[in-house]
């Protein structure tokens, strides 16, 4: 080997020559079960479908990290930039779209798993130190991403059986995933351009030397079948935010029309245990700044009324629209008046809990459109939906639309 500072070119060749040196092979007698040469008959363990398979997956990988990221933005109480406001239905799409690409990829995982599974029995099981590192990557794609699809469908059944706080595992499980699954590409992508170049066959083929066995399926009509199952996920999910398809949502956790006041409810006054606080007659919304305030709902309704048309778009993938009427949060904050630079804390009548408080931007406390919403589809506000006062604000997270709020002003 050459060690000489000068050539670098000479020491990344040694170094590439150390990782791709062959392994001594493991003795042959341990080469047995699923190990042994021909363990696996099936036709449908196949690159050209694996290819396939591989190249949806990325797509809807992409898209869930892109949307993904997109919301843990919107949910940062620290932004260097603020999520914007507009469109107001911003959020509501984004975040639909992850949870319906996140379920578009269980099926397509599943059978990509069943077409590659055989290879984690190759031999011999590691041939260089590189392929070992590949491999060793393989781990950390499978698990992450097997991860990222149970934790997230787990988050919107409500099923917190994890041992971690969901948003901060499954942020971090993206990265894993994607840094793997880059490697992965990185590693693969000669022989999937080679495997995506050959066409799929049609052909129903039994498997070799048993050609009397009845075949089953053909790796087309396999690719086609995850390819209908993945849609029809999609469509039977989507309904708990697209309206018209809300009659098929049945996969969907939530049916977007149910609800009091035709909108669903995501935690109630009594599990929040502030029916008392809620309905008390001495109730008095307290603001902050250099002039505190305490209204009473009477001095909130005597303020100009604002009515608006925005969503309520849940981490979780529902979302339904309203028609809200309140004050606007800058009104009440020039009220007390509290400067217009400084981001806005919104604490609710609710103990404890993780959506107890909000922060509002200060460009989100300005909006027009960010109410102190009194009022839903004309009516006073159900308790459940946050009587007496709730924030309602554009393009923004449900977690973050605090219910019964209590007090507002400057963090
Ligand atoms: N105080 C408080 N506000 C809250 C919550 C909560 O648990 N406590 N849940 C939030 C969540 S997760 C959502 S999706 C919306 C749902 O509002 P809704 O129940 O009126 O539909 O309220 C948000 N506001
Ligand atoms: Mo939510």
Same mark, same amino acid.
């Given at each position: 080997m050459v060690h000489s500072p000068g050539a670098p070119v000479t020491r990344l060749a040694a170094l590439r020559g150390l990782a791709t040196r062959p392994l001594p092979e493991p003795p042959a007698g341990l080469r047995r079960g699923p190990f042994r040469e021909g363990s696996f008959r099936s036709r449908l363990h196949d690159a050209a479908l694996a290819a396939r398979l591989g190249r949806w997956l990325g797509v809807l990988f992409a898209v869930c990290l892109v949307t993904g990221l997109?919301?843990?933005?919107?949910?940062?109480?620290?932004?260097?930039?603020?999520?914007?406001?507009?469109?107001?239905?911003?959020?509501?799409?984004?975040?639909?779209?992850?949870?319906?690409?996140?379920?578009?990829?269980?099926?397509?995982?599943?059978?990509? /798993?069943?077409? @590659?599974?055989?290879? =984690?029995? &190759?031999?011999?099981?590691?041939?260089?130190?590189?392929?070992?590192? +590949?491999? $060793?990557?393989?781990?950390?794609?499978?698990?992450?991403?097997?991860?990222?699809?149970?934790?997230?469908?787990?988050?919107?059944?409500?099923?917190?059986?994890?041992?971690?706080?969901?948003?901060?595992?499954?942020?971090?499980?993206?990265?894993?995933?994607?840094?793997?699954? /880059?490697?992965? @590409?990185?590693?693969? =992508?000669? &022989?999937?351009?080679?495997?995506?170049?050959?066409?799929?066959?049609? +052909?129903? $083929?039994?498997?070799?030397?048993?050609?009397?066995?009845?075949?089953?399926?053909?790796?087309r009509a396999l690719l086609a079948s995850t390819v209908a199952a993945s849609a029809a996920v999609v469509v039977v999910t989507a309904g708990q935010t697209v309206r018209p398809l809300a009659p098929l949502a049945l996969l969907a956790p939530r049916d977007p029309r149910i609800g009091p006041q035709g909108l669903p409810v995501n935690k109630s006054a009594a599990a929040a245990g502030v029916e008392a606080a809620a309905t008390d007659p001495a109730y008095r919304l307290r603001v902050d700044g250099p002039v505190p305030r305490e209204l009473s709902l009477a001095d909130l309704a005597a303020l100009e009324q604002v009515s608006a048309r925005l969503p309520i778009a849940c981490v979780e993938g529902w979302s339904a629209e309203g028609i809200w009427t309140g004050v606007r949060v800058r009104d009440v904050l020039a009220l007390a008046e509290s400067p217009e630079d400084r981001d806005i804390l919104v604490q609710s009548l609710q103990r404890n809990g993780l959506y107890a408080r909000s922060v509002l931007s200060p460009a989100a406390a300005r909006d027009p459109l960010t109410l102190l919403a009194l009022r839903l589809g004309g009516e006073p506000l159900h308790l459940d939906h946050g009587y007496p006062v709730r924030l309602i604000a554009p393009a923004r997270p449900g977690v973050l639309q605090t219910k019964w709020v209590a007090r507002l002003g400057p963090r």
């Open positions: 997109l919301s843990h933005w919107a949910q940062s109480p620290d932004p260097w930039v603020a999520f914007p406001t507009r469109p107001v239905w911003l959020y509501r799409v984004t975040q639909g779209v992850h949870v319906l690409a996140g379920m578009a990829m269980i099926p397509v995982l599943l059978v990509k /798993l069943f077409v @590659v599974y055989p290879r =984690l029995f &190759t031999w011999p099981p590691v041939r260089s130190l590189l392929h070992g590192l +590949e491999r $060793l990557s393989l781990l950390l794609l499978v698990g992450g991403a097997l991860l990222q699809v149970a934790t997230g469908l787990m988050n919107i059944a409500g099923w917190y059986a994890f041992g971690f706080f969901f948003p901060v595992g499954h942020y971090w499980g993206a990265w894993v995933t994607a840094g793997a699954l /880059l490697v992965h @590409v990185g590693a693969k =992508l000669s &022989t999937a351009r080679a495997a995506l170049a050959q066409p799929l066959s049609g +052909e129903v $083929l039994p498997p070799p030397d048993e050609e009397d066995r009845a075949p089953a399926l053909s790796r």
